[in-house]
C-alpha cells in the first residue's frame, strides 16, 4: 500500500517560514518524480514546486521561486518543502503528490497517481 503522509503545517505570522515533509511508504522516492501542490479555500489546485527522480531537478512555481525549496531524503523516503518569507496568500492546505506524468501536474488530486492527505498552513497577523 502507498503512503504519503504530509506534516509541519502550522500557523505562523507573516514572514515566517515552516518546514513541510512528507512520509513516503510502499514507493521509493528515488523512482518517482514528486511535487508539493497546495490549494486555498474556494481556489483551484495549484502546483508549487517539483523535484525530478534523480533528485537534481528542480522546479518551482513562480509564486515559490526564491522563497521556497524542495528537497528529499532518500535514505528516510521522506520529501521536504522549506518555506521562507510566507504571506497570507500562501495560506492553503499543501498536498506532497507523485504525478503520473513527469512534468505533467493537473489541476485536480485525483488525476495524480499518488497524493496525501495534505497539511494546513495559516499565515495572518
Known amino acids: 500500500e502507498v503512503k504519503l503522509a504530509e506534516s509541519g503545517g502550522g500557523s505562523v505570522q507573516p514572514g515566517g517560514s515552516l518546514k513541510l515533509s512528507c512520509q513516503v511508504s510502499g514507493i521509493l522516492l528515488l523512482a518517482y518524480e514528486m511535487t508539493w501542490v497546495r490549494q486555498a479555500p474556494g481556489k483551484g489546485l495549484e502546483w508549487v514546486a517539483a523535484m525530478d527522480s534523480n533528485g537534481y531537478t528542480v522546479d518551482y512555481a513562480p509564486s515559490a521561486k526564491g522563497r521556497f525549496t524542495i528537497s528529499r531524503d532518500t535514505a528516510k523516503n521522506t520529501l521536504y518543502l522549506q518555506m521562507s518569507g510566507l504571506q497570507p496568500q500562501d495560506t492553503a492546505m499543501y498536498y506532497c503528490?507523485?504525478?503520473?506524468?513527469?512534468?505533467?501536474?493537473?489541476?485536480?488530486?485525483?488525476?495524480?497517481?499518488?497524493w496525501g492527505h495534505g497539511t494546513q498552513v495559516t499565515v495572518s497577523s
Open positions: 503528490a507523485a504525478p503520473y506524468s513527469v512534468g505533467h501536474y493537473p489541476a485536480r488530486l485525483e488525476d495524480y497517481q499518488f
